[in-house]
């Protein structure tokens, strides 16, 4: 990891050493600010989504962070002494700074199986609902008649085809919270 403080990064948000800069933080798994002004915070995270093309998480406790937290892909504020500011412009909240190992490695992992899922389904959805009017088709020798009626269409896609995802969503854990907390590799591998 890297630890920078404001005035160290202040001279390397120059446009002359960015570069070198950005070439030392790719080297790095993470890279901590300390004593940053928030515009600082802000303008470190931009230019490494926008230049690496990396995904950025910003985690922050105080409204110092604010700017910071809505500038990356996500933000996770931790409520705490320093107010909810963090917290309210964050995508995730946390009490404390040790739950961010859990949301990361359990709830990460998890959310991310489960949108792999739900896009498998709702292609596989679309494509029976298409394949099913391409062969009508042929039943009604391509004259454009409706299939079914606009109701039904509806109440496919509302009542059931909506109803498998939602339980899928709140039921589904293909690994546990402990066998993921014990090996944090598995997160890299659902990439």
Request: glycine share 6%.
């Amino acid at each position: 990891g890297l630890v920078i403080d404001g005035r160290t990064l202040e001279h390397v948000l120059h446009d002359s050493l960015q570069n070198i800069f950005l070439e030392l933080t790719e080297k790095c798994r993470a890279v901590v600010c300390c004593r940053a002004t928030p515009l600082q915070k802000s303008v470190l995270v931009q230019l490494v989504r926008s230049k690496l093309k990396a995904m950025t998480l910003a985690v922050g406790d105080g409204a110092n962070d604010v700017s910071m937290i809505q500038v990356a892909d996500t933000g996770v504020g931790i409520s705490g002494r320093e107010g909810m500011q963090a917290v309210m412009a964050s995508d995730f909240a946390i009490s404390q700074f040790r739950h961010l190992r859990k949301l990361l490695l359990v709830h990460g992992h998890w959310c991310y199986t489960r949108l792999n899922n739900m896009v498998l389904y709702f292609f596989y959805k679309n494509v029976a609902y298409v394949n099913l009017l391409f062969w009508y088709q042929f039943f009604c020798g391509f004259s454009g008649t409706s299939m079914t009626d606009h109701w039904i269409l509806i109440l496919f896609n509302l009542l059931f085809t909506s109803v498998p995802p939602i339980i899928y969503g709140v039921l589904d854990k293909d690994v546990s919270a402990e066998i993921l907390m014990q090996l944090p590799q598995l997160y890299k591998m659902s990439d």
